[in-house]
């Protein structure tokens, strides 16, 4: 099975700040990695497809990169509506996710 | 416009008890995707359960729910389920249905696009 980590498990940040949540795979996954959003008492939403693809409808200030093991989401300018958990899903061999992380405000 | 509705199937039941949850699908061609079920325990992360692809001939479960649970689907009904048998406490969770996304079409090891409000199971004595 593919363990996936992300960090940090927790992050505090302001409105206007640019932040990056890590994801690292246990072997290579590609890029076959996706990035969810997900607001209390809501169903995820997804961000990104294939590490770097932005999905429909989602503000340019995400933005994905990485391959293989490593991977990295950007927020570029935090809004008052990206204050959520974020995880990262691979799907190279099954699927599974990070243990997420909680964006707060600071 | 897309949408998943988790129409029934949750709710309290003993452990070792039963419990079939479904999923309608709307809005999309829904022959032509891979689906899956993913839980959630309240307050905590993400847990994918099990996926089918998009004619039923290909299925995958997570090692926590193989030999228990069996996901299957109804194209001319749109509509995707997950039986769920000798439950166990561990298995309280809220459980979304989502579609698979197209990276690869069909299938159901892929990105989730379209997600169920969730259907809240309880195990418990």
């Given at each position: 099975?593919?363990?996936?980590?992300?960090?940090?498990?927790?992050?505090?940040?302001?409105?206007?700040?640019?932040?990056?949540?890590?994801?690292r795979?246990?072997?290579?996954?590609?890029?076959?990695?996706?990035?969810?959003?997900?607001?209390?008492?809501?169903?995820?939403?997804?961000?990104?497809?294939?590490?770097?693809?932005?999905?429909?409808?989602?503000?340019s200030?995400?933005?994905?990169?990485?391959?293989g093991?490593?991977?990295?989401?950007?927020?570029?300018?935090?809004?008052?509506?990206?204050?959520a958990?974020?995880?990262?899903?691979?799907?190279?061999?099954?699927?599974?996710?990070?243990?997420?992380?909680?964006?707060?405000?600071? | 416009?897309?949408?998943l509705?988790?129409?029934?199937?949750?709710?309290?039941?003993?452990?070792?008890?039963?419990?079939?949850?479904?999923?309608a699908?709307?809005?999309?061609?829904?022959?032509?995707?891979?689906?899956?079920?993913?839980?959630?325990?309240?307050?905590?992360?993400?847990?994918?359960?099990?996926?089918?692809?998009?004619?039923?001939?290909?299925?995958?479960?997570?090692?926590?729910?193989?030999?228990?649970?069996?996901?299957?689907?109804?194209?001319?009904?749109?509509?995707?389920?997950?039986?769920?048998?000798?439950?166990?406490?561990?298995?309280?969770?809220?459980y979304?249905?989502?579609?698979?996304?197209?990276?690869?079409?069909?299938?159901?090891?892929?990105?989730?696009?379209?997600?169920?409000?969730?259907?809240?199971?309880?195990?418990?004595?």
């Amino acid at each position: 099975d593919i363990q996936m980590t992300q960090s940090p498990s927790t992050l505090s940040a302001s409105v206007g700040e640019r932040v990056t949540i890590t994801c690292r795979a246990s072997q290579s996954v590609n890029n076959w990695l996706a990035w969810y959003q997900q607001k209390p008492g809501e169903a995820p939403k997804l961000l990104i497809y294939k590490a770097s693809s932005l999905e429909s409808g989602v503000p340019s200030r995400f933005s994905g990169s990485g391959s293989g093991t490593y991977f990295t989401l950007t927020i570029s300018g935090l809004q008052p509506e990206d204050f959520a958990t974020y995880y990262c899903q691979q799907y190279q061999s099954y699927c599974s996710f990070g243990q997420g992380t909680k964006l707060e405000i600071k | 416009e897309a949408q998943l509705v988790e129409e029934s199937g949750g709710g309290v039941v003993r452990p070792g008890g039963s419990l079939r949850l479904s999923c309608a699908a709307s809005g999309f061609p829904f022959k032509d995707y891979g689906m899956t079920w993913v839980r959630q325990v309240p307050g905590k992360g993400l847990e994918w359960v099990s996926g089918i692809n998009w004619n039923g001939g290909e299925t995958g479960y997570a090692d926590s729910v193989k030999g228990r649970f069996t996901i299957s689907r109804d194209n001319a009904k749109k509509s995707l389920y997950l039986q769920m048998s000798s439950l166990r406490v561990e298995d309280t969770a809220l459980y979304f249905c989502a579609r698979g996304g197209g990276t690869n079409l069909g299938d159901y090891v892929d990105a989730f696009d379209i997600w169920g409000q969730g259907a809240a199971v309880i195990v418990s004595s």
